[in-house]
């Protein structure tokens, strides 16, 4: 007569077959690890080249109702003016919050997460940075093509420019009609949200809601972040998105809207 199967010992492991059971795990968590964390890094891409089609979506929308007019630079050097594109300044007393920023309001149901990376994780930096002005920190990871005007005034593109001197308001507009193959400008980059090495090439960070681009192929300006294994996430004129390196962003072939 059998014995039955639940009335059987069972012999308990050796250590030996417990520290080979556990080898085992370790290794397959060895190679599962980088796998998932790939995927994570995807997923975050994913959700930042989301955000960017929202934002130049919100852009084409904005210019189609201001008389084909892009909005303004958004910088610390020009101040803040009511037509900038993105309102980002901390002090909550004296300028007005995120949520009425003019490219906002034109996409309904856009939130302050879609103006930041999953992968821009980290405020120390820009934090800890002197601005030498009341107007805080750039808490965003995207920023608007704006050379400002050069030394005759005329405006380089892409960004309007509202400039207050002497008293008086300048108001020196760009037109979307202007920008010359669009498919291939930049119109909204993604910069450096720290210094970190796999997120800034050369140190620097993001500091206001313009991005001045360098010239040629030298990172002589604002360079694109890293973040996404070396590129960017950036939106061209045209409105499409595409990952993009900082020689890419600093060459003058893809930054100058007006050539």
């Given at each position: ?18 520290l080979v059971v556990i080898a ?100 120390a930096d820009r934090l800890a940075?002197?601005?030498?002005d009341s107007f805080g920190p ?122």
């Amino acid at each position: 007569m059998k014995t039955p199967v639940w009335k059987m010992d069972l012999t308990a492991f050796t250590l030996l077959e417990l520290l080979v059971v556990i080898a085992i795990i370790a290794i397959l968590a060895a190679l599962l690890l980088p796998v998932l964390s790939a995927a994570k890094k995807r997923a975050a891409q994913s959700a930042c080249i989301n955000n960017q089609k929202q934002l130049g979506l919100g852009m084409q929308m904005y210019v189609q109702d201001n008389g084909d007019t892009f909005p303004g630079i958004a910088s610390r050097m020009y101040g803040y003016h009511p037509e900038d594109w993105i309102y980002w300044r901390t002090n909550a007393a004296l300028y007005p919050s995120f949520e009425q920023s003019p490219i906002l309001t034109s996409v309904p149901g856009m939130k302050k997460p879609s103006l930041r990376c999953p992968l821009d994780i980290s405020d120390a930096d820009r934090l800890a940075f002197n601005y030498g002005d009341s107007f805080g920190p750039y808490l965003f990871s995207y920023s608007f093509n704006g050379f400002g005007l050069d030394g005759n005034g005329h405006d380089l593109g892409m960004s309007s420019v509202v400039s207050t001197s002497g008293g008086g308001t300048n108001k020196v507009l760009f037109k979307a009609g202007a920008v010359r193959n669009p498919s291939q400008k930049i119109m909204l980059a993604e910069e450096p949200g720290s210094a970190a090495g796999w997120d800034s090439p050369d140190g620097s960070i993001i500091n206001d809601g313009r991005w001045v681009p360098g010239s040629g192929t030298g990172l002589n300006g604002d360079p694109l972040t890293i973040r996404h294994g070396g590129k960017a996430d950036v939106t061209f004129a045209d409105g499409h998105v595409e990952a993009e390196t900082p020689e890419f962003g600093a060459d003058a072939n893809n930054n100058r809207a007006s050539q």
